[in-house]
């Protein structure tokens, strides 16, 4: 048997029976078209048929739980228990598997975009940008020498000394620093209560440890009292920077 679309909806011809109830048996089904209207057959009315659509004409044969209505004047069989809407095909764009948005926010105004409006080079999650990552003085230091003179001592190299710190993590290289910076500066730095002088980027005043190299120039005395322009570099001893110190 198959109804209108095609479709099969007796047995397996092959001979696999259907699932439970859903496929009713050929034989039964020949022997119910068959019959004829008869003192054994119980009359169907007008109000017991389903809704009343069936004529008077036809009679309800039971097989287990399943009611079959058999009608006399068109020789066919009909299952009342199956409801018609739920044998209607309905094609896979018109099924709705999940609720509307305007279903689950009743009273809001809702946008549905095609295509995103945001471009693909700009990421979902942005990194967080500090532009201010270096602490630098805001007016220029007063110190024991003069800049001036320390300009006339750049022009002599038999003045000039150039030396790099270097060692180890936590060997105080930056510490030397900063005594050279209390011996030359009017300002007095504590580098007990405050970050390093040298350490002016927020990520080595965090971390408590130098990134960058840093240089500063000095002018500087002897024992004999003869002043010399001294370039020191503060290197980082940190494996991580050691191409700072190279």
């Known amino acids: 048997m198959y109804d209108e679309f095609g479709n099969m909806v007796g047995p397996d011809p092959n001979g696999a029976e259907g699932e439970g ?3 009713m048996d050929q034989e039964w089904i020949n022997e119910m ?4 209207l008869g003192e054994d057959a119980p009359r169907q009315d007008q109000n017991d048929a389903p809704g009343n659509r069936h004529a008077q004409d036809s009679l309800v044969a039971y097989q287990g739980n399943r009611s079959i209505l058999i009608s006399q004047s068109v020789n066919t069989v009909i299952d009342v228990n199956d409801d018609p809407s739920q044998n209607q095909i309905v094609l896979h764009e018109d099924k709705q598997y999940y609720p509307d948005a305007e279903e689950v926010y009743q009273g809001a105004e809702t946008l549905v975009q095609e295509e995103d409006a945001i471009p693909i080079t700009t990421p979902i999650i942005a990194p967080v940008k500090k532009h201010d990552f270096d602490a630098q003085e805001k007016e220029v230091p007063k110190t024991t020498f003069n800049f001036e003179f320390l300009g006339n001592l750049s ?12 060692g180890h993590l936590h060997h105080g290289k930056t510490l030397l620093m900063d005594m050279l910076v209390q011996d030359t500066h009017l300002k007095y730095w504590s580098p007990e209560k405050e970050h390093k002088y040298t350490d002016t980027r927020k990520d080595e005043q965090d971390r408590m440890l130098s990134i960058k190299a840093m240089p500063m120039s000095f002018v500087m005395q002897s024992s004999r009292e003869k002043s010399y ?17 190279a």
Not at 159 to 165: F, K
Not at 235 to 243: E, L
Request: hydrophobic share 35%; proline share 8%.
């Open 33 to 36: 078209n068959h019959l004829q």
């Open 155 to 166: 022009n002599k190299p038999d003045r000039i000394r150039n030396l790099a710190i270097c």
């Open 229 to 245: 322009l001294v370039n020191v570099m503060d290197t980082p001893g940190h494996p991580n920077f050691m191409d700072e110190m």
């Open 21 to 23: 109830d859903d496929f």
